[in-house]
């Protein structure tokens, strides 16, 4: 029964190595977001998708990307991991991005990121 | 500018007993939504309960409570009787018409046998 579901879990990568964490959905929802979550900090946005148009975040470094195929799936690229892109990186997703009474987040489990 | 404080950082307590987790928030628009969140150890973000401000109704959910209050900018949690399971960070967010969601740091609560 579970509704947004990332892959892998656990993800170890060598430093300069580029990786792909993957998120897909069985919501149907139009918006698709990426936090990252550093240890005993709260969940920072990198980006989001609405539909299509891709949302980036002021602040995030170019370093992140992410790709959004089709509805269901949006994957997150780390060009040039550094040990400081070590964290919990969330994909969540909502109904649509005007916030209403029924649109709150749903997050996937997560996928933590280790760079050696 | 859109801002949430949680100030406890880590509270713990003993099981049975009631604790209240504190939230204010800052924000300069009239229409928002104010969220909980609970994250265990396992990592995944789980809701509780959404707010908009225009409703400062509070609301009992069994052992969870919320109290919403605009004049204090303040939206707590508390748990009454507290659970071995209740054990998580407990994250308070806040959206803006946009959607931009900004979480407090969040905070630990354990919950002791």
């Known amino acids: 029964d579970a509704m947004v579901i990332q892959n892998p879990r656990y993800q170890v990568t060598q430093f300069g190595k580029p990786v792909t964490l993957s998120c897909s959905q069985t919501l149907n929802h139009n918006v698709m977001y990426w936090y990252q979550q550093k240890s005993s900090q709260a969940p920072k946005l990198l980006f989001h998708?609405?539909?299509?148009?891709?949302?980036n975040e002021a602040d995030t470094p170019d370093n992140f990307q992410s790709r959004r195929p089709n509805t269901s799936f949006c994957f997150l690229d780390i060009r040039s991991p550094g040990l400081g892109d070590a964290a919990m990186y969330l994909c969540a997703t909502s109904r649509e991005r005007r916030p209403k009474a029924d649109n709150e987040q749903f997050f996937g489990p997560g996928t933590r990121l280790t760079v050696l | 500018a859109q801002k949430v404080t949680q100030a406890q950082t880590e509270i713990s307590v003993v099981e049975k007993e009631d604790v209240t987790l504190d939230c204010v928030y800052e924000?300069?628009?009239?229409?928002?939504?104010l969220f909980w969140y609970k994250q265990p150890p396992s990592g995944e973000l789980v809701f509780l309960i959404r707010?908009?401000?225009?409703?400062?109704q509070n609301e009992i959910s069994g052992r969870y409570s919320w109290n919403f209050q605009k004049s204090t900018s303040s939206f707590n949690f508390t748990i009454t009787a507290s659970q071995v399971v209740d054990s998580a960070v407990y994250f308070c967010a806040l959206i803006r018409y946009n959607n931009d969601m900004r979480f407090g740091a969040g905070t630990r609560l354990t919950v002791k046998p």
């Open positions: 998708y609405y539909d299509k148009d891709f949302n």
């Open positions: 924000t300069r628009d009239t229409t928002y939504y």
């Open positions: 707010r908009n401000s225009f409703d400062e």
